[in-house]
């Protein structure tokens, strides 16, 4: 049922690679993939402190070990389901079924992680604990397939670039939609009783969500399958991390440039509030994030034909990492400035990441070509985990920074606190992302090696370009 259908594929083969274009539909689908679970997400990324805080009734600092302990779990739960889902065999393939029934429990859990039931103290401690970490591993069960999946549903390099493009679109779109949504939604559910907004909202979020996570399930389809040779060991799947060199520049590259990236947006609103003098401006400088980084996302698709992915990475990373250094020398009163350099440097937000997801899938292939193993699960797993080391690890050391520096909240900041503030901000991630570009200059797949990758491994399997 979709235009350019992919052709159905025997147990042991794949499309051959002009057999592989995919239809507005089915790219359209895992576009929604992406702005479901990032919808159903927003509560907890964004307002899961303040909620147990201020509206659940748990103490600040248990508050924030129960987030600390679900992000250390985190680090064992990705690995292990990479393992489990590349092994995976069902009729819907090795990562599909995961998107389908995972979502319908990510949605359930997000609805009981902002229920409040009438318990002690102790007895809410526990529902928190439990109820978080069962939403973590089971958005975790969504999203580990889904990043996967792209992977497998071509092998053609310019349809990952594509498929990756509308991802990033669709989690900007997203971003934009909940940062200016949910709040209100939750005043206007709640009227005047925010345990009741918070409980709503989270009903009303699933209710969006799981939709449209099954449209991606059912549209999406598994194209790339392991011939029964190539189908690892966990031994080999742990090897072809490891050995990988691809793979382990980009992941390198990443968490550099992660901290960088999640270190800044963590810590911006200190920025707006005691080096601008303009607390009025946190909004604003989230709105530019948002609107910006959803242009880069949209326009990177007419220029990734002309530009190597590694090309656009670096050069991103770069944009980025000069525009955050030119903030930190920009005057605190040229706020034209700040609002020029801010959208010119929030622009490859947009793209950065997906040019990520679409060379790792090439480095996939370019290891089974080398190994005769195809392990994409355990592979986008560590990718996963990656971006997750990175930002638990930003939390602990922004934290001791500002605690370094001398700040203490909710008063007038010395002149030197001021700087370090900016420091923390703007110089130091502008710095981390141009550091974080090296490792790619090591990064040799290029499109034409990555079409030559393809066309070998489909002759492998006697099939013809």
């Known amino acids: 049922n979709m235009a350019n259908a992919v052709v159905q594929q025997t147990n042991d083969t794949v499309a051959p690679q002009n057999t592989e274009k995919l239809s507005f539909m089915t790219k359209l689908s895992y576009g929604f993939g992406e702005f479901s679970a990032s919808v159903v997400w927003s509560l907890a990324s964004s307002y899961l402190l303040f909620f147990y805080t201020d509206v659940f009734g ?13 992000r250390v779990w985190d680090c064992f739960v990705d ?4 393992l489990v889902m590349e092994r995976t065999k069902s009729k819907h393939g090795r990562f599909r079924p995961y998107i389908l029934y995972g979502a319908l429990a990510l949605c359930a859990l997000n609805i009981l992680t902002f229920y409040t039931p009438d318990l002690s103290t102790a007895g809410k401690v526990i529902y928190a604990t439990i109820t978080y970490l069962l939403l973590g591993t089971v958005h975790s069960v969504v999203n580990v397939p889904y990043g996967a999946l792209a992977t497998v549903m071509t092998r053609d390099t310019n349809e990952r670039t594509n498929l990756n493009v509308y991802r990033g679109v669709f989690g900007q779109l997203a971003g934009i939609l909940t940062g200016a ?16 907004g918070f409980f709503y909202a989270a009903i009303v979020l699933s209710l969006v969500s799981a939709p449209l996570l099954i449209l991606t ?8 399958t392991p011939a029964k040779e190539e189908r690892p060991t966990i031994k080999e799947s742990l090897k072809s991390v490891w050995s990988n060199k691809p793979v382990l520049l980009i992941l390198t590259s990443l968490f550099i440039v992660l901290l960088g990236v999640f270190g800044r947006i963590g810590t911006i609103v200190y920025y707006a509030i005691y080096v601008l003098n303009r607390p009025d401006l946190i909004a604003v400088l ?20 002309y530009f190597e992915k590694r090309t656009l990475l670096i050069g991103g990373s770069i944009i980025m990492g000069l525009g955050w250094i030119g903030l930190y020398l920009t005057p605190a009163t040229n706020f034209t400035m700040i609002y020029i350099v801010s959208a010119i440097s929030c622009i490859p937000l947009g793209f950065s990441g997906l040019m990520v997801f679409s060379m790792v899938g090439d480095a996939i292939d370019e290891s089974q070509l080398k190994t005769g193993v195809r392990a994409d699960g355990a592979i986008y797993s560590f990718t996963s985990l990656v971006t997750k080391i990175a930002s638990a690890s930003v939390g602990a050391l922004s934290a001791t920074i500002l605690g370094i520096i001398g700040y203490v909240a909710n008063t007038q900041q010395t002149p030197e606190v001021v700087n370090g503030i900016n420091i923390l901000v703007n110089l130091g991630p502008g710095v981390l992302l141009i550091i974080g570009t090296i490792p790619l200059f090591f990064y040799h797949i290029t499109k034409a090696r990555a079409m030559k990758n393809t066309e070998e491994l489909l002759k492998r399997q006697g099939l013809t370009m």
């Open 286 to 305: 989230f709105t530019i994030l948002s609107v910006c980084g959803a242009i880069g996302a949209f326009g990177v698709s007419f220029i990734a034909k």
């Open 58 to 70: 748990i103490a600040g600092g248990v508050a924030a070990i129960i987030l600390l302990v679900a």
């Open 217 to 224: 399930f059912k549209n999406c389809k598994e194209v790339v």
């Open 79 to 82: 690995p292990i389901l990479g």
């Open 181 to 196: 949504a949910v709040m209100p939604l939750i005043t206007f559910l709640g009227k005047g009783d925010q345990q009741n």
